[in-house]
């Protein structure tokens, strides 16, 4: 079994914000924006969870600007689905069914304080990985028609050479309260940095000392601690 983590969702470097996190322990999922413009849901037409347009989590300044931009929404949690046609995701095609991708992404308390940290936000129990020129036409349609990458044929022509895409069985989530997984380090310059907390290093390993998490490339659990992780990331809800 093996246990990849990856950072999805909005930030300060692909859309300008955090995803907010509210007092109960739950949180918004805002995907980063579809720089393209290919999507029909934009940040003004879409209703998170806690029943807001994700356009009310900006600030009132960027609001104008950003209202009518096109998401991307990738990963999506509603037939689980995740693709990315570029080289440092490759990796995900090696997924098999049993194994599981963690989604983790950076939050800040929106109606309490709660300084920026970095937050587990849901996994997919992987059914099936691969590239996409691996799929027949049929399994792209039954399995992926909800991804990003697949929906738009103009997105799919580009890049089905190098796409990959992952599909989550029934048994993935998006959790409804958020984990975090963070503290604050520093880097080489002495600036403030978010790395593995010492409570998560237990449970998922130090990834061999690369315990840097803010700006991260996929990251695989050491084989070691993946039973231990496994069973803390289906614990949560």
């Known amino acids: 079994m093996k246990i990849a983590m990856l950072r999805v969702g909005i930030d300060m470097g692909a ?3 955090l995803g907010p996190l509210f007092k109960d322990g739950t949180f918004e999922y805002i995907p980063i924006p579809d720089e393209i ?10 209703t998170g969870r806690h029943g807001l347009k994700l356009i009310d989590f900006f600030p009132t300044a960027q609001k104008g600007r950003v209202s009518k931009q096109s998401i991307h929404f990738d990963p999506e949690f509603s037939t689980f689905t995740y693709g990315d046609p570029t080289s440092p995701k490759a990796g995900l095609r090696h997924l098999e069914k049993g194994d599981l991708l963690v989604f983790y992404c950076g939050l800040e308390g929106w109606d309490f304080k709660s ?8 996994y997919f129990e992987i059914l099936v990985a691969g590239r996409a020129i691996e799929f027949s036409s049929a399994d792209l349609q039954s399995l992926f028609s909800e991804n990003y990458h697949v929906r738009h044929r103009d997105a799919y022509k580009q890049q089905k050479e190098y796409l990959v895409l992952v599909k989550g069985t029934s048994k993935s989530r998006l959790f409804k309260k958020a984990t ?21 290093q237990s449970i998922f390993g130090n990834f061999n000392g690369k315990i840097s ?24 809800k």
């Open 115 to 122: 300084p920026p940290s970095l937050y587990l936000m849901g």
């Open 180 to 200: 975090c997984i963070s503290s604050t380090g520093q880097d080489r310059s002495g600036r403030p940095l978010k790395v593995l907390s010492s409570t998560m």
């Open 213 to 236: 998490f803010q700006r991260s490339p996929t990251r695989w659990v050491e084989p070691a601690y993946v039973p231990r992780a496994a069973e803390f990331i289906r614990s949560l």
């Open 37 to 46: 413009g290919r999507d029909e849901r934009t940040y003004g037409n879409t």
């Open 15 to 17: 859309g300008g914000i």
